[in-house]
């Protein structure tokens, strides 16, 4: 009963590093959505994927990349982190789009120095 | 492109009184609303959603929420307050299917 699960849960880069966050579900949902929360914002979709082999730019796609590796696993990467990414960033998954019940990991708390 | 405001970044009320928590959206075409809730240290959870239908909406744990065009209005509401619904709460709009926004978030404090 995993639902979607999020590692690492902490992590702390230095500037100019770079890591990859990971992402899976096991309710073989089509969608899959990596957004970032900071204070006063609310959360921001970064990329989302309706499918498997899809991926497509959100809100705040600049310093970030994104694979569909396949339906269950949707990886963020960041290739030369900055410190305005830290953030904490959360990936959750549906049936078929938002207008379906979203399932939410439990987030990975960023801090880039 | 479509944006939601929260009025009021925490709201407290003391257990048992009335739970308002205010939302207004901009959209160019008819929305569909949400509500999330956030507890600590966890991801949000789908409390109610709005698409077509039957203005007043329910959810889990007693909330509700009414849609209302002429005010671009989804304010949540719950008649009761539990200490257990102390959170944060997040309203969104989604114009298409893979784009929801999310307001700031609403913190609620529930007193004894």
């Known amino acids: 009963n995993a639902g979607v699960t999020q590692t690492p849960k902490f992590q702390v880069l230095k500037t100019g590093q770079s890591m990859t966050l990971q992402c899976a579900q096991d309710?073989?949902?089509?969608?899959m959505y990596w957004y970032r929360q900071d204070p006063g914002m609310g959360l921001r979709l970064i990329y989302y994927s309706a499918s498997e082999g899809t991926t497509d730019k959100g809100e705040v796609p600049n310093g970030y990349n994104v694979s569909r590796l396949n339906k269950r696993e949707f990886s963020l990467r960041l290739e030369s982190a900055a410190p305005s990414q830290t953030s904490v960033y959360f990936c959750?998954?549906?049936?078929?789009?938002?207008?379906?019940?979203?399932?939410f990991g439990q987030g990975t708390r960023l801090t880039v120095v | 492109a479509q944006s939601v405001t929260q009025l009021g970044s925490h709201v407290s009320v003391s257990e048992g009184a009335l739970v308002l928590l205010r939302c207004n959206y901009s959209?160019?075409?008819?929305?569909?609303l949400f509500w999330y809730v956030q507890y600590p240290n966890q991801g949000l959870q789908l409390l109610l959603k709005y698409t077509t239908g039957a203005t007043l909406v329910k959810g889990i744990n007693g909330f509700e929420a009414e849609f209302k065009k002429s005010e671009t209005s989804f304010h949540l509401t719950k008649p009761s307050a539990h200490m257990s619904d102390a959170a944060e709460y997040f309203c969104?709009?989604?114009?298409?299917?893979?784009?929801?926004?999310f307001g700031a978030g609403t913190r609620l404090t529930v007193k004894p």
């Open positions: 959209s160019s075409v008819p929305p569909y």
């Open positions: 969104a709009v989604s114009e298409r299917n893979n784009d929801m926004r």
């Open positions: 959750a998954s549906s049936e078929g789009g938002v207008l379906m019940k979203a399932f």
């Open positions: 309710m073989n949902h089509n969608s």
